[in-house]
């Protein structure tokens, strides 16, 4: 990089600013939709994370590598981020006042999980520098917003019924069928807060179990698909939109278990699967990463089940296998640098460690001998202090001339032989 500023001169940042004051200033904060003033972030410049786990580690050693400052805001002292950020400020994510000190400190703000307060994403974007907005989290957030984003993009999701009492999903049921699930519309991760109804026998079981988290709840009719598909898209502020290869997941106990990409299925659903996270992209004015979860069924057709806007564990195969990451690439995208190269380099599985994963995946860092030929495993701890069962503590990229070869691997090291 040249270090020429290219289109806009960032200036010095307001009064208190304890960054590298490389951003340009706005009064009244960076509205969504102001694309055409968005500044241009040099290294050099701090970038403040809200959220300190897994993703924003990875965030910080990409951007790291480029020349930009990281500081985390994270609840847990000693976060994932806050090994290798530099800096991290210890508070709740609904900590106003923490909050500001963190815009003090930064130049621009992004966030590294949805779950953060939307509030506080909210006031921050008022007073500061947050490219990505409030607006796609508020919306993401919340199952039923989402769905009803996805469909103004003309986007598919499958059938849904919003659900406030147990007598509506008892009608719900019977005319979706079952199996269908019932899901609340905020909070869950993992599976968690949802139920699968494999008959009308568990209608008043799953209302009043998932009721008490006290929110809105919606049934999904189960879409019988033949695989799960993810893709990653990535948008600037200056409009440019990239999409990842997309990625074929496969689950085990509601977590993510494996990514194999190229996915295996047909080129055009390849190409739809891509166009579909690039549309949503561009409908919903994203900035920073877009994580597009799809199910294929044996028809060919795609629905898309949920999003996130960020980094994603699906796109972990991205650190090694691309010429871009999905880190570097988010890192680009809310400076508002042009976007890198998605190109695929070598066929991958990305394969999760969880905490019941680590004893033999360290036997093996400890044992393993020379690597085969034509293939390469690469470890990614995520800094963790405790391991416990089903937590995510890392995960193995696995680099082959073909996705069997890598999958073999993953079967013949033992380190999943739980699975």
Not at 199 to 214: F, H, I, K, M, P
Not at 255 to 283: D, F, G, K, N, Q
Not at 319 to 338: D, G, I, K, Y
């Amino acid at each position: 990089m040249s270090g020429r500023k290219e289109e806009h001169q960032p200036v010095t940042a307001p009064e208190g600013n304890q960054g590298s004051g490389r951003v340009a200033a706005h009064a009244g904060g960076t509205r969504e939709g102001e694309s055409a003033k968005a500044p241009v972030l040099l290294p050099g410049s701090t970038i403040g994370v809200l959220g300190g786990g897994q993703l924003g580690r990875m965030l910080a050693l990409a951007g790291s590598a480029m020349g930009y400052r990281f500081v985390a805001l994270d609840p847990t002292e000693d976060s994932p981020m806050g090994q290798v950020a530099g800096r991290q400020i210890t508070a709740a994510y609904d900590d106003a006042d923490a909050a500001r000190e963190l815009a003090k400190l930064a130049d621009v703000i992004t966030y590294e999980f949805e779950n953060v307060d939307a509030g506080v994403a909210g006031m921050l974007q008022a007073e500061s520098y947050v490219p990505q907005g409030s607006r796609l989290l508020h919306m993401t957030q919340h199952r039923l917003r989402e769905k009803r984003a996805i469909e103004a993009a003309g986007v598919r999701v499958a059938p849904y019924a919003e659900i406030a009492s147990a007598h509506e999903l008892r009608e719900q049921v019977a005319v979706f069928g079952t199996p269908c699930v019932l899901k609340t519309c905020t909070g869950g991760y993992d599976g968690k807060g949802q139920w699968v109804i494999r008959s009308a026998d568990e209608v008043d079981e799953a209302y009043n179990t998932l009721a008490r988290a006290g929110t809105e709840l919606v049934l999904e009719q189960f879409v019988p698909f033949e695989r799960e598909i993810s893709v990653i898209a990535a948008r600037s502020p200056r409009g440019e939109v990239k999409a990842f290869p997309a990625a074929e997941n496969i689950h085990v106990d509601n977590i993510l278990h494996l990514s194999i990409v190229p996915a295996r299925t047909t080129e055009a659903v390849l190409r739809e699967a891509e166009a579909m996270a690039v549309r949503l992209a561009e409908s919903l004015g994203v900035v920073g990463l877009l994580a597009v979860e799809m199910f294929l069924t044996r028809d060919g057709e795609l629905y898309v089940n949920e999003l996130a806007p960020r980094p994603h564990n699906s796109g972990h195969y991205t650190m090694e296998a691309c010429r871009t990451s999905q880190f570097e690439q988010h890192v680009r995208a809310v400076c508002n640098l042009p976007l890198g190269s998605t190109e695929l380099m070598t066929p991958v599985v990305m394969a999760n460690l969880l905490g019941e994963h680590m004893e033999p995946a360290l036997q093996w860092l400890a044992e393993q001998t020379a690597e085969e030929e034509g293939l390469a495993v690469k470890l990614h701890l995520y800094g963790k202090h405790e391991a416990k069962a089903k937590r995510k503590m890392g995960h193995i990229n696995v680099l082959a001339a073909d996705t069997g070869k890598a999958l073999a691997w993953v079967e013949r090291s033992g380190i999943w032989k739980d699975r």
